[in-house]
């Protein structure tokens, strides 16, 4: 069937089930390609239903090997089966129990949706819809059950067996078998359900709670991997810790567990009690893990913590609140981060983050609001709206009420909440309460798509003292939304005096205006189309300091001057817009020299930007990883983005070549200090000697630009000799993109070393996809063959085919359509077997109408290829069919 013509679901139409679920008791005896699954689930029927309202359950790809209501056989007529339904079509009046017996084959699960197997290991994955391919199910979020899980299972294959809560029983059975019974005293949706089976090492722990209770903390891996967990295991207490201590969260079982898997559609899953990992997230050691990996696993350990009340004892009612959990839930995560480390460098990163992947998905034929009203396939909604532009929405939010307002909000969310499945409204309701505000327009964040303008207009008035800011803001059309209401724009910001000192400033009018406790910065709440602020007693003219910290998640424009821009990166208070001021300059630069490449003439660069770049650069009084971030040029994607249409990725390809060679030369010996800096001392993963690495690495980056000679040796020294994986791979990435000499030398000796480790050979792939030359494609091609690339593994097929489409712009973008065409190819075999993961890759092609005519169309017409083909996923057939419309 092809599904454009199935209906898509609404969030309008919600509806209760009929019928409530109170308990399941599952007995699952397991099998590689026969597992049988009984499950006891005891239904009643809610207040207000007609009696004999027919029970529909669903399923996905089940067989259903026998039925029972209350413990009886029941004839053939009284209920319709098929693959993904189950009807019970008179059920009891009272409360009645189903005995649903399936049989499942998680040996060829190949999606790695439902109970699957990872390298031996048996494992669940039940987010979204995937516990109904273990059993037919009422499979939604607001149906909350309490569940015991009895797992039968050879010994000798499977000595670890695990599911959701508290262990109640366990023992031996005849012919070498075992089983455990385990039971979750909290109600929960199924897409929360777990269970795991198989010979895993484990790492373990205990955490005292604040209100002293000791819990249980383990870690399961595969044999051999328990050394490499200390970090993740260190990140788990600090995260335990952090949520008690700042909002307040205690956790609620004995015993937290984290199973580590090798095969794993995302980055990991909260499964209540029982969270599941892809093992990216939670293996490091300083020989195979770079610092990005180290930051990415306590992020990512952080945030699956923190769904355990923000998702799990507080859930959605329905799909399209996702943001509920995951906005708010990577908020959390990000804070946590910022507290561990370093807010300013923290803050930065997420909004490259952002507008790197956010922006361009808003921008494309893919945007739709943070909660979506309509949707086709819900594993395509896990998206940088859902969890990115989530968290900047509660980020905005917490401003908007007030540091205080919002830890007394989430407060009462969580408790007026706890146990249920809820909405937006019901998370704002709780802010508008504690606040007195009335958050009607805020609301608006979560239902319109696309990115905001501001174009903010400054002036100064020497002889009437006045400065006056003219800001209006916009939201341009977008898929299904062609008019937008004005929304609440938190604009964060400060004057800084010709002295380079914050000014302070009398009566203003013209918009709403409050202190911010937190930071003494002002805040201007722009809520109309158009705003004329005007600031009196203003004597000389100021330098404004716009959108602090990022305060809203919008594109700015304004009449600055590069001067402006140049005054900014030195003397702002705001770290984030110091580093904004560069980049600001830095994107004015390339947009130039672009339309000087397509012009066929060499771009020159002006000294204003390189000689800020220089200056902090070389100020020791900045930290490292600040200074890095700033010698890190808009990205070629940033630049395409920048120019929304007409897009010729070579032309931005030579002139951000130019400008990081100007810059190369004209700072080559800051760049030669900086990479001269600190070389001793042992491995360690913290932040600030992350950020030194992070420095001394930028640095030698551009070394290697201005004198290839020299820095090749040396950078091959270090792919042989570093003692680490972010010096080691830093260096090998540098050869590798330049398309030096050594390139292939290093690539040999990284691949010699590392090769029986597949998450370091991920980082191998990875780099060599990304290199920026028309011989890229056939070498992405043959690696698909290479004996360690396997595309039944998700990780391989990211760093491979991922990384090649959406981490080279120049060569997934060929001219002549073979990057295209690769990538679809791709794409449609691997959508037999793993459509999510399918799905994902096909939205690399998201900003294709944005590309000049010749590229545009070669890829219209890999998509068109893709859509006619027969018995497309709905995954991939919802993301192509959006893409085309
Ligand atoms: N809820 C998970 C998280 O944000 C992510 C997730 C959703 C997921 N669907 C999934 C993970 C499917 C793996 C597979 O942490
Ligand atoms: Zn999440």
Redesign the pocket.
């Given at each position: 069937m092809r599904t454009e013509t199935a209906k898509p679901v609404r969030l309008c139409d919600y509806a209760p089930t009929p019928y409530a679920i109170e308990t399941v008791d599952l007995d699952v005896t397991l099998h590689p390609t026969a597992t049988t699954v009984v499950a006891i689930i005891a239904f009643a029927r809610r207040d207000g239903v007609e009696a004999g309202t027919p029970l529909a359950l669903d399923g996905d790809g089940l067989t259903l090997k026998a039925l029972a209501v209350d413990g009886g056989e029941i004839g053939e007529d009284a209920y319709e089966a098929s693959a993904d339904r189950l009807v019970l079509k008179v059920p009891p009046r009272g409360p009645f129990t189903l005995t649903i017996t399936t049989e499942i084959s998680p040996e060829t699960n190949t999606a790695?949706?439902g109970l699957y197997r990872s390298s031996g290991t048996y494992c669940t994955?039940c987010?979204?819809e995937?516990f109904r391919r273990i059993t037919y199910f009422l499979d939604r979020p607001d149906v909350l059950a309490v569940y015991t899980t009895r797992i039968t299972a050879p010994k000798a294959d499977a000595p670890v067996l695990l599911a959701n809560g508290n262990l109640i029983e366990s023992g031996d059975l005849d012919d070498g078998r075992h089983f455990a019974v385990w039971h979750d005293p909290f109600p929960k949706p199924s897409y929360l359900f777990a269970m795991v089976a198989g010979d895993l090492g484990s790492v373990r722990d205990t955490f005292t709670t604040v209100s002293g209770r000791e819990v249980d903390l383990r870690i399961y891996v595969e044999k051999g991997n328990e050394p490499r967990c200390a970090y993740a295991m260190d990140s788990l207490k600090r995260s335990m810790r952090w949520d008690e201590e700042t909002f307040g969260r205690e956790y609620d079982l004995d015993i937290f567990m984290i199973v580590a898997v090798s095969d794993?559609?995302?980055?990991?899953?909260?499964n209540k009690g029982l969270n599941v990992f892809n093992d990216r997230y939670i293996l490091a050691d300083p020989e195979t893990a770079t610092d990005q990996d180290y930051a990415n696993i306590e992020g990512v350990i952080a945030?699956?913590y923190f769904?355990n009340w923000s998702?799990n004892r507080v859930t959605c009612r329905d799909w399209f609140q996702l943001c509920l959990?995951?906005g708010l839930?990577v908020f959390r995560d990000q804070e946590f981060s910022s507290d561990q480390r370093s807010r300013a460098v923290k803050r930065i990163s997420d909004v490259r983050v952002l507008k790197s992947h956010q922006f361009p998905e808003d921008a494309g034929p893919l945007a739709h609001p943070v909660r979506p009203d309509t949707y086709h396939e819900i594993?395509n909604f896990?998206t940088a709206t859902v969890?990115e532009k989530g968290a900047e929405v509660v980020r905005m939010l917490k401003t908007v009420v007030g540091d205080a307002d919002f830890r007394k909000g989430m407060d009462l969310y969580f408790s007026r909440h706890d146990g249920e499945a809820v909405t937006i409204e019901d998370f704002l309701a709780a802010f508008a309460e504690t606040s007195g505000l009335d958050l009607t327009q805020f609301a608006l964040w979560y239902a319109q798509s696309g990115t905001p303008a501001i174009t903010v207009g400054v002036s100064h008035d020497a002889a009437k003292h006045s400065f006056t800011m003219e800001i209006e803001q916009s939201c341009p059309p977008t898929p299904g939304q062609a008019e937008k209401k004005p929304m609440h724009i938190p604009l964060r910001f400060g004057l800084i005096g010709s002295d380079g000192a914050p000014l302070t400033f009398g009566d203003v009018s013209g918009a709403a205006l409050r202190k911010d406790a937190a930071t003494g910065d002002t805040v201007l709440h722009l809520t109309d189309a158009r705003h004329t602020v005007v600031f009196e007693d203003v004597a000389d003219r100021p330098v404004p300091s716009l959108l602090r910290g990022f305060s809203a998640p919008v594109r700015l424009v304004t009449n600055q001057t590069r001067d402006d821009m140049a005054f900014l990166s030195r003397n702002d208070t705001d770290p984030f817009n110091r580093w904004q001021a560069v980049q600001t300059l830095a994107m004015d630069a390339l947009v130039a020299a672009t339309a000087t490449v397509r012009n066929g003439d060499e771009p020159t660069f002006e000294a204003t930007l390189i000689d800020a770049l220089g200056t902090i650069a070389a100020d020791p009084a900045l930290e490292p990883a600040f200074r890095a971030l700033c010698l890190q040029m808009p990205t070629e994607s940033d630049v395409a983005r920048e120019l929304g249409e007409d897009v010729d990725p070579d032309a931005i390809f030579q002139a951000r070549t130019a400008l990081k060679g100007a810059i190369a030369t004209r700072l080559a010996e800051t760049m030669a200090m900086l990479a001269r800096d600190g070389e001793a001392g042992p491995y360690s993963p913290d932040a600030a000697a992350a950020g030194e690495r992070a420095l001394r690495n930028a640095a030698l980056d551009y070394c290697l630009i201005a004198d290839p000679h020299t820095l090749g040796a040396r950078l091959m020294a270090r792919v042989k000799t570093a003692d680490n994986m972010t010096d080691r791979l830093s260096a090998l990435t540098s050869l590798v993109l330049a398309g030096t000499d050594e390139a292939d030398e290093a690539l040999d000796a990284f691949y010699g070393r590392f090769e029986a480790n597949p998450l370091v050979v991920d980082k191998w792939l990875s780099v060599q996809a990304m290199a920026p030359f028309p011989a890229t494609l056939m070498k992405v091609r043959a690696l698909t063959q290479h004996a360690r690339f396997s595309f039944a593994n998700p990780n391989r097929v990211r760093s491979l085919v991922g990384a090649f489409a959406t981490g080279n712009a120049t060569q997934f973008n060929r001219s002549d359509g073979a990057g295209f065409a690769f990538v679809a190819d791709v794409v449609l075999k691997l959508d037999r077997r793993n459509p999510?993961v399918a799905a994902r890759l096909l939205s690399a092609f998201r900003s294709w109408r944005s590309l000049e005519a010749v590229r545009r169309t070669k890829a219209e017409q890999e998509l068109r290829r893709i859509a006619g083909t027969d018995s497309l996923s709905s995954d991939v057939r919802d993301i192509v069919e959006r893409s085309l419309k």
């Open positions: 790695l949706m994955q987010e979204a995937g794993f559609n995302m980055g990991a899953m909260e945030h699956e769904h998702g959990k995951e839930t594993n896990y969890y999510q």
